[in-house]
């Protein structure tokens, strides 16, 4: 049998186990997969596009286990009731190739992203400064909360500056974290992009049109900012003017340099044009930062491997909370391996018995 994670079941893992817990999880997790980059087979995703929008395979592997992620992305889909990005995901044991985990991956990938821009700010943001407690978000859709939560709990954000050209979104976004207990968070609708971001330390745009946008345009930057610029995630669909990344102070990041320079806001320069993989700021090959008044892009765009830590996070967490897996008979369950034709035509009792799941070495923790 196999083990299923739906999204009542997500919901009450994160309960238990703790919004800020979790996400700390997913943060260290992601750490330790992105310190062992060599141990992974990396490519773009796999994308297949619509006037629409688009739906995507995302495929990663260290070796011992493999995982995917289908994606899609159709922001016309909120005229129409419907979210702009569903996801669901595979975790399987490579030595059998059987799977381990099926789950939701909708929740799960606003957690991880959020959490992956986190663990970018860690690295790339100033450590102390005006501002630095400060976040602007542009963008106050479903993605909002997550990354106004992550940066609250894991960053010590206190003041964040909001913006939407749909003022719902941001009343929205505004009324659900006012119903949480964030001591000491004030939350500042704003008019403007511009006066968002105005005497922000951080900067994060979270925009989902499907579109060569200028979210942000170099007037608006200041001196030691940090950005993450994280809606532009496909051919076509950018949040930053080419000229914020032109600055001489300014250093690009991005997470799988073949994918990023196909969607990411690099996506804009030539190919020659200088980015950073993040794996080289995480195990010190190259700095986040060089100096407090250097401005840090980190153009992230969603890779697979940060997928594989969120379900390589599911499944272990689920060995501690086994009341929220269900097990479901997606493989069939056979006495004699040889004979599938037996299992559709008289299907022996046996065949109603859970196997065992394949034993498997955990990834080393951190």
Not at 218 to 233: K, S
Request: glycine share 8%; proline share 7%.
């Amino acid at each position: 049998m196999v083990n299923y994670l739906g999204v009542n079941s997500m919901r009450q893992l994160v309960k238990q186990v703790g919004l800020a817990a979790f996400l700390q999880q997913l943060v260290d997790s992601m750490e330790h997969d992105y310190r062992r980059w060599e141990s992974f087979d990396k490519s773009a995703r796999h994308a297949i596009h619509s006037p629409g929008g688009v739906i995507e395979l995302m495929p990663t592997s260290d070796g011992q286990m493999y995982c995917f992620k289908y994606v899609n992305g159709h922001p016309k889909n909120t005229a129409e009731g419907l979210l702009t990005v569903t996801a669901f995901g595979v975790l399987a044991d490579v030595d059998t190739g059987y799977p381990l985990l099926v789950s939701e991956l909708t929740l799960t990938t606003a957690l991880r992203t959020a959490a992956m821009s986190v663990l970018a700010a860690r690295h790339m943001a100033r450590k102390e400064g005006p501002g630095n407690r400060t976040m602007a978000l542009i963008g106050n859709g479903a993605q909002s909360e997550f990354q106004a939560l992550a940066f609250y709990h894991l960053m010590g954000v206190r003041e964040l500056r909001l913006f939407d050209t749909d003022p719902a979104a941001t009343a929205k976004l505004a009324r659900n974290l006012k119903h949480l207990p964030l001591q000491g968070l004030t939350v500042v609708p704003c008019h403007s992009t511009a006066e968002a971001v105005r005497g922000s330390g951080i900067v994060t745009t979270v925009t989902a049109d499907k579109r060569n946008a200028t979210i942000l345009t170099p007037d608006m930057i200041e001196p030691g900012m940090h950005l993450n610029a994280v809606g532009g995630d496909c051919p076509g669909k950018t949040e930053l003017h080419p000229d914020i990344l032109r600055r001489p102070d300014a250093r690009v990041v991005v997470e799988f340099e073949p994918q990023s320079r196909i969607e990411g806001e690099i996506q804009q320069m030539p190919a020659d044009f200088a980015a950073t993989e993040f794996t080289q700021v995480l195990r010190g090959a190259s700095p986040g930062r060089a100096n407090d008044q250097e401005v840090t892009v980190f153009d992230s765009v969603g890779f697979a491997l940060e997928d594989f830590s969120a379900l390589r996070t599911l499944h272990a967490l689920l060995h501690t909370h086994p009341h929220l897996a269900t097990p479901i008979d997606l493989i069939p369950q056979m006495d004699n391996p040889k004979d599938l034709f037996g299992v559709l035509h008289a299907a022996p009792a046996s065949t109603t018995l859970p196997r065992p799941t394949p034993a498997l070495q955990e990834a080393p923790t951190p």
